[in-house]
C-alpha cells in the first residue's frame, strides 16, 4: 500500500485502450485518500481471462467538484468519491 | 509533448449533457431475468466459465450505435456469448446455427 | 427492438407496453434461448439451476438493506460496526451477501449521499434487489455525478443550498448503501415498523425518508391505547 488516507494524490492524464475502470472524467485532476479498501485482482487483466495477480491495492479518492467541473454550482464543498487502483495514481508533492 | 487526449469511450459517460432522468421502471421479462441468472450461475462456481471484467470488456466493446440500440440485457446476452466463444465454450458456428434453429420453431411463449 | 434509452423510458413511465412482452423472438431473445440450451446440453447447467437461480433473484428485494438500516437507528453500537464494515455488519444480522464488498454511507444533517455507477451499472444486489431502469440509464449514470442537486429535484428530492452532497461512483469492487436519516417523530416505532418505512430509493440516495402523517397519528393511537400522555 503506498497511500494513506489524507494523501493527496493525482489521477494520471493517461489513456489506454483497453477496459479501465478510471473513469474518463478524473484522469489528471487531483484528490484525497479518503480511505484504503484492500487489495484485489486488476480488472484491466480479469478482462481478458488472465488472473490479474497479484492483487493490486484500491483506493477511495475524494475529489472536490468544483475541481472536476469548470461550470459546477453546487456547494464549494461538495465532493465525488471514486475507487481508483494504485497504479492510476501518483502522489502530489505539493499542495494546491 | 503532451499526451493527446483520445477522447472517452462511449460507455464512460460520467459528466457528458443527458436529458432529464425519468424515474421509471418496469418489472423484468422472464428471458432478462434469465440472461441475469446465467451471468450469476456461470461466473459464480468453482471454475468460472465468464468473469464480470469479460462482460463488461465486451460491452464496451459493442460500437456506439449498437450500445444504444440494444438494451441492458441485450448487450449482457451478447457479451456472455462473446465470452463463452472467447474462451472456447461455444463455438461460432454452433451458436449462429443454434438461434437460426430456435427462429424457424413456433413462435415462443412466455 | 425494446431499448432503455430516453424515448422508450417515457413510454414506459406511462405504462406502453415493451415490445418484448408479445410472443415475437427477437435475435437477442433467441440468442439466450440458444446460449442456455447449448450450455445444458453440454452439461455446464441444468433448467433446475437457471429456474433457482431465477426465484433466489427474485426473491430479493430491498428487505436486507432496510433492515440494515432500522437496525442501526436503534442501536449505536451497530450503526458504527456497519460504518466501518458493512459487509461484517450485514453478515451479523444473517443476512446472504455471498462476496459482497459494502460500503455504508452515512446521511447527516450537514452531508447528503448518493450512489451511482457511471461506467455500468454496479449495485449491491444482494441487499436491494436488481437495480431500477433508471439507475442504468444514460441519463442518470451522465449527470448525477456532474449536477446530482438537478437529478435528485426530478425524483422530487430537494437537498438544501446549505448541504453538502457527496457522490459515491462505483467504479471498482465496493458496492453503496446509502444510510439515511431517521424521521422525526419515529422515536417509539419498533424495529420491525421502522424497517418498513425504509424505501429502495432512500438506500441509493435519490430519496429521503419522509415521516408520514399515518406514522404520527398510529404513534398517537398507540401512545393513547397504553395510557401514556401524548404530546404531538
Partial sequence: MRFRPGDRVRVRRSFPIGHVRTPYYVRGKAGLVERACGSFPNPEELAYARPGLPALPLYRVQFLQRDLWPDYAGHPADVLVAEIYQHWLEAVENLQ | ?110 | ?232
Avoid at chain 2, 469479460?54 to 450505435?65: H, K, M, V
Wanted: with cysteine; hydrophobic share 40%; net charge negative.
Fill in chain 3, 1 to 232: 427492438m425494446s431499448t432503455d434509452h430516453t424515448d422508450a423510458d417515457a413510454a414506459h413511465a406511462h405504462g406502453a407496453p415493451r415490445p418484448d412482452q408479445d410472443d415475437t423472438i427477437t435475435y437477442y431473445r433467441a440468442m439466450e434461448i440458444a446460449v442456455r440450451e447449448l450450455l445444458i446440453d453440454k452439461g455446464i447447467l441444468t433448467a433446475g439451476d437457471v429456474r433457482r437461480q431465477v426465484e433466489s433473484m427474485d426473491a430479493r428485494g430491498p428487505k436486507g438493506g432496510a433492515a440494515m438500516v432500522a437496525r442501526a437507528w436503534v442501536d449505536p453500537a451497530f450503526k458504527q460496526r456497519m460504518l466501518r464494515d458493512g459487509s461484517a455488519a450485514a453478515r451479523e444480522l444473517g443476512l446472504e451477501i455471498g462476496p459482497l464488498r459494502l460500503i455504508v454511507v452515512e446521511n447527516t444533517p450537514e452531508v447528503h449521499n448518493v450512489i451511482v455507477c457511471t461506467l455500468c451499472s454496479c449495485y449491491p444486489r444482494m441487499l436491494l434487489g436488481l437495480p431500477p431502469d433508471w439507475y442504468k440509464s444514460r441519463n442518470y449514470r451522465s449527470r448525477t455525478v456532474r449536477e446530482p442537486r438537478a437529478v435528485l429535484a426530478e425524483f422530487g428530492t430537494t437537498i438544501p443550498a446549505d448541504m453538502r452532497i457527496c457522490v459515491h461512483d462505483s467504479t471498482a469492487d465496493m458496492r453503496y448503501l446509502v444510510l439515511p436519516l431517521r424521521p422525526q417523530g419515529t422515536e417509539h416505532l419498533s424495529e420491525a415498523e421502522l424497517a418498513n418505512m425504509v424505501t429502495r430509493d432512500s438506500m441509493i440516495g435519490v430519496a429521503v425518508i419522509e415521516a408520514s402523517r399515518a406514522n404520527r397519528v398510529s404513534l398517537a393511537e398507540r401512545n393513547c391505547s397504553i395510557g401514556f400522555n401524548f404530546r404531538g
Fill in chain 2, 1 to 110: 509533448m503532451t499526451l493527446p487526449d483520445p477522447g472517452r469511450s462511449h460507455h464512460d459517460m460520467g459528466g457528458l449533457p443527458a436529458a432529464a432522468v425519468v424515474p421509471a421502471e418496469h418489472d423484468y421479462a422472464m428471458w432478462e431475468k434469465r440472461v441475469d441468472a446465467l451471468l450469476v450461475l456461470l461466473s459464480n462456481r468453482d471454475k468460472p466459465l465468464v468473469s464480470t471484467d469479460e462482460l463488461r470488456r465486451n460491452i464496451e466493446s459493442l460500437g456506439s450505435e449498437s450500445y444504444e440500440r440494444m438494451s441492458y440485457y441485450e448487450r449482457w446476452i451478447f457479451a456472455i456469448a462473446q465470452t463463452l466463444i472467447e474462451r472456447g465454450v461455444l463455438t461460432v458456428d454452433e451458436l449462429g446455427r443454434k438461434i437460426e434453429r430456435i427462429c424457424a420453431r413456433e413462435s415462443v411463449h412466455e
